[in-house]
């Protein structure tokens, strides 16, 4: 849907969680008006994973304190084992999209692989998180959320650590695994995860 001013309605989506051993991936979609994106610019938006994590945390406050739309979507370990990882980001993306309040002419898509049957004009673009506001303010909305949820899984979970690593497959990850095995928020379908499977 054009806006009333004349101006095509752009959307641009991004994932995060692409590459942990454990957890969901998390997808979201954004719509940015000019005047947001430059306040969120001067405000120091850029890829997600070049910002700390307390400065993730303040943009994703600015972002649902200025009105900005967006929605996003996370499929569970369950599905990433069902589907595979790349399925299963895009159909968070594909779902964030097609729930946004308004239908964007053009979606602009982080990385190398348009969304299936999504039926808007789409385009994909390389390191999209770093060049295109829309995709960043996605990238961090994604972030946070998959960070949140994995601060939360970490209190069902102790053991694993989830609150420091996030679900990435970092040393002490990998050696809590081969110590007691997956618990039910891994990825058993991901090499290194099953018990004894090895790096």
Not at 26 to 44: F, N
Not at 71 to 77: E, G, I, L, T, W
Not at 98 to 104: A, N
Not at 158 to 170: A, I, M, Q, R, T
Request: one cysteine or more.
């Amino acid at each position: 849907m054009m806006a009333s001013d004349g101006k095509v309605v752009v959307a641009g989506t991004d994932e995060a969680g692409r590459g942990p051993l454990a957890g969901p991936v998390v997808a979201a979609a954004v719509i940015l008006t000019d005047e947001q994106r430059k306040y969120l610019l001067s405000e120091g938006l850029k890829d997600s994973k070049k910002l700390s994590p307390q400065k993730r945390e303040k943009l994703f406050e600015i972002i649902c304190g200025s009105g900005v739309m967006w929605r996003a979507q996370a499929a569970s370990p369950a599905r990433i084992d069902r589907i595979n990882i790349l399925r299963a980001s895009l159909w968070c993306m594909k779902r964030s999209v097609e729930r946004l309040d308004t239908e964007p002419d053009m979606v602009l898509v982080d990385g190398n692989t348009l969304i299936p049957d999504l039926g808007i004009y789409q385009k994909c673009v390389i390191c999209g998180d770093d060049i295109v506001p829309s995709i960043a303010a996605a990238s961090v909305i994604a972030k946070v959320l998959r960070d949140r949820v994995m601060q939360t899984l970490d209190r069902i979970y102790p053991e694993y650590g989830f609150c420091s690593h996030k679900g990435y497959p970092s040393a002490e990850h990998r050696r809590i695994l081969l110590e007691i095995g997956p618990s039910p928020v891994h990825r058993i379908s991901f090499r290194g995860v099953a018990k004894g499977s090895g790096p």
